[in-house]
């Protein structure tokens, strides 16, 4: 990824004209969406480029379209993507607009496989998609040999699998890095809905680019009204969920779920109320997910309950309301995730249902992930003492840390993966290496354990977004990097002054003062039940007796004392330290405070309310007036027959906030057409006059 070390020709800077007719005679578009010309220029004159999009903001397009110009000069593009079903989706889009389009994957059968393999070696293909896996593939990287010079381009879709820092690691895409050092092909773009400055450097360094060109764009999504509720246990959420769900009102919705259990349980509860409810996880066979999947996708289903195993290539567009049940491990998965509502442009709720008592649920999650190299390696040793042991024999002797069973599992399956254990159906049994020394060439144990801590540390944000008190959308563009000095929000439960966290008072302002104290006299020795309890003296330990702070709040209820300590980790005036048993110390900004350099802004504390409120969160402004549903449904067809036509999506004809619009004002020309939401000069001229002859009937 070197600029100038190319071995094909590079093009001339294309013109937008050109660009534009590619996008409007192959993809069937008017306009491309913020950010997209100029990263798909950057990657038609050779530079390298990373590009952060999120979801729904037009990621695809921007390999494609290159893509398409290319292969007028007779130039392949190589694609490579995670997963089988969104290749599927986009070779199968491609084929229908002419482009000769290839995915070689696992589901292709050898003779399959052996005629793609002939046909790229023959400049069959314009674009060609693989698995990352593939390049293992001696046969398939003698086939991209066989290009030369005709490789033009490489695509890396979900760029954030190459990266152990992203939220989705994927160890085969490691293998780019070398093809990119053998074929050197001439443009590259990595392309990611969720990479933090940490990842994107990260996968610069990975495919060894050299001052790559940084493209981050799109995070801003006024639609997606973002909101937090605090809640009581899980009665309590079922009940928002069912509430708001009800509310939709026929409207599509997504529930997100942290485990499986929860899926089915959520789902059996909507079912019991009367709503088509599915579940969907990754317990159940490829063969019921997709039918699952399908019904959604077809409005067979009114909302689906899902773990995080649902989503990534879904498309739809007329999710009104996507609800985080539980709290997600990641601020990169909840903001996906949110992100498939209001797809059709128009306004969609994003709640976040919250529990303190979650974030045990994630840390546990995280600790059953990723194992102690201390456990990696008594394992090993165990079985390589005791060959043929089963998983309830293994439970039971002693192991490091008294591990959870399914913690054990993770272990297992590393072993094995890394070569260093055979799982024999059942039995496990150890191999190389043949000493007992528990060191484990090409294989780092202690990884495992800094994922631990990085996966712990992605936490801290995702809760620290729980108890923001500022613009939650301000929060998105800060983590992900992207510059906008303006942001006109009103659509956060904070901006609009809808959200239930209540202002810290100034009598509470010797308490936050108090335990500032005792966090820095402490110094990131304890954690914060302790750190409570020494503050308002119920902690009997001999060693803090004479702390001047000691029992400075006696009366003080321990719960009103955490909600404080949480409140001030929120406003990053302390911080919780990464590791199993994690400490709080104070942050510079805390220091300051505490050295009497800086005065403690109260404003800046929020608390959530210990009561269940019920509220449903305020929606954006709709059109008003009566809509004329006869005329609406008219439109619908039309829209649907215009998308066919074209083959795009519905919602690229126009939204349903423009549906309703057209079918309360009635426009009678294209002038009157012109001034209706949604409904540029571009669409006017493309298809305004079967818009007014729907109309006037």
Known sequence: ?????????????????????????????????????????????????????????????????????????????????????????????????????????????????????????????????????????????????????????????????????????????????????????????????????????????????????????????????????????????????????????????????????????????????????????????????????????????????????????????????????????????YYQEAGRAGRDGDNADCVLLFNHGDVRLQEFLIDASYPKAQLLRSLWKLLSERPGLSLAEIATFSLPGDPHESTVQSALRLLARHGYLVDEVGYFRATQPKDLSGEFPDFDPEASERRADLERSKLKHMVEYAYHAACRHRFVLDYFGEERDELDCQACDNCMGTGEAKEVGESQREQCEVLLAVVGQLDGRLGRKRIVAIANGSDDDERFYDMTQRGALAGSSQKDLMDLLRSMEAARLVEQSQGEYPTIKLTSTGKRIVRGKAQLDLSLLRLMPSKKARSRPASRSAPSGDVDRVLADKLRQLRSTLAQERSVPAYVIFSNRTLDELAIAKPRSLRELAGIHGIGPSRVESYGDEIIATIVG
């Open 1 to 333: 990824m070197h600029e100038g070390d190319h071995r094909a020709e590079i093009l001339a800077a294309p013109t937008a004209q050109e660009i534009r007719e590619v996008l409007t005679d192959t993809f069937g578009f008017d306009e491309l969406r913020p950010g997209q010309l100029e990263v798909i220029q950057e990657v038609l004159v050779g530079k390298s480029v990373i590009s952060v999009m999120p979801t729904g903001a037009g990621k695809s397009l921007t390999y494609q379209l290159p893509a398409v110009l290319l292969a007028k000069s007779g130039g392949v593009s190589l694609v490579v993507s995670p997963l089988i079903a969104l290749m599927k989706d986009q070779v199968d889009s491609l084929r229908r607009r002419g482009v000769r389009t290839a995915a070689l994957t696992s589901a292709s059968t050898p003779s399959e496989q052996s005629a793609m393999l002939d046909g790229i070696r023959g400049g069959d293909f314009d674009i060609v998609y693989v698995a990352p896996e593939r390049f293992h593939s001696s046969r398939f990287m003698e086939a991209l040999r066989g290009l030369r010079d005709k490789l033009a381009f490489l695509a890396i879709d979900e760029a954030h699998c190459i990266s152990e820092w992203g939220h989705d690691f994927r160890p085969a895409y490691r293998l780019l890095g070398q093809v990119i050092a053998e074929l050197r092909p001439p443009r590259i773009l990595a392309v990611t809905a969720t990479a933090t400055p940490e990842v994107r450097q990260d996968i610069a360094q990975q495919l060894g680019t050299v001052a790559p060109s940084i493209h981050v764009r799109g995070f801003a999504r006024p639609g997606l009204i973002f909101s937090v509720e605090h809640c009581g246990g899980a009665k309590d959420k079922s009940a928002r969920i069912l509430q708001k769900l009800q509310a939709l009102d026929g409207a599509t919705g997504l529930v997100y779920a942290a485990t499986r259990k929860n899926a089915e349980r959520y789902a059996e509860e909507l079912l019991a109320a009367g709503l088509r409810a599915r579940a969907y996880h990754a317990g159940q066979q490829d063969s019921q997910r997709a039918d699952i999947q399908d019904d959604f996708m077809r409005g067979d289903v009114d909302v689906i309950v899902a773990t995080n195993a649902f989503g990534m290539g879904v498309d739809k567009t007329d999710v009104r309301l996507v609800i985080h049940a539980d709290l997600t491990r990641t601020v990169e998965a």
